[in-house]
């Protein structure tokens, strides 16, 4: 019964770990998303989301030409 315990304890501290990263991740990322983008240029879109490759939060500036990315 006892490891039962431990086990649990150790998997709810990992999903509690796991969502304080998200959670302090995505706000760095609307915080540093709230300033004027990058180049001082007019952007069609702004797109906020996860990145496998770097892993990590990504933010997506697109002016119809080109594509600029930033990773959290």
């Known amino acids: 019964m006892k490891r039962f315990a431990v086990l649990g304890f150790v998997v709810v501290l ?4 796991l969502a ?3 959670r302090v991740g995505w706000w760095r990322m609307e915080t540093a ?4 983008p990058p180049g001082g240029r007019e952007w069609n879109s702004v797109a906020f989301g996860w990145s496998w490759e770097p892993p990590g939060f990504q ?3 697109d002016d119809g030409s080109q594509r600029t990315s930033l990773w959290f």
């Open 20 to 22: 304080a990263y998200v």
């Open 14 to 17: 990992i999903a509690l770990a």
């Open 33 to 36: 998303c709230s300033v004027d």
């Open 59 to 61: 933010r997506t500036y």
